[in-house]
Nanobody, 129 residues
Framework: QVQLVESGGGLVQSGGSLRLSCRAS????????LGWFRQAPGKDREGVSC?????????WYPDSVKGRFTISRDSAKNTVYLQMSSLKPEDTGVYFC?????????????????????WGRGTQVNVSS
């Protein structure tokens, strides 16, 4: 059974850091494209990072988080991470990890949600001012 489980969310002050984790089971992360998305209250879900399958090792970030967020993969732990620093109140939201069930996936700019086949349930991040 394919499953993604996020953890690491919480309350942090503006300027602080958090590292989100997403542990996968039922498949091997190396062969999948991976992404983190977030949904703020009253807003649509948006992509905040994408990591291509290990064939390419390429990433994408929107301008809003570029230089502050880093996506990475630990193959041994079958876990994908999102390291977030210099957090701002506008980073508040539910963060979801997702995976593309396609080998050789290369992240495009702002990859659409429909490309992602598996989703976690999300973890809440609250950034106070």
């Amino acid at each position: 059974q394919v499953q993604l489980v996020e953890s690491g969310g919480g309350l942090v002050q503006s300027g602080g850091s958090l590292r989100l984790s997403c542990r996968a089971s039922g498949f091997t992360l190396d062969y999948f494209g991976l992404g983190w998305f977030r949904q703020a209250p009253g807003k649509d879900r948006e992509g905040v990072s994408c990591l291509s399958s290990s064939t390419y090792d390429a990433t994408w970030y929107p301008d809003s988080v570029k230089g502050r967020f880093t996506i990475s993969r630990d193959s041994a732990k079958n876990t994908v991470y999102l390291q977030m620093s210099s957090l701002k109140p506008e980073d508040t939201g539910v963060y979801f990890c997702a995976a593309v069930d396609r080998s050789g996936y290369l992240c495009a700019d702002d990859p659409p949600e429909y490309e992602f086949d598996y989703w976690g349930r999300g973890t809440q991040v609250n950034v106070s001012s």
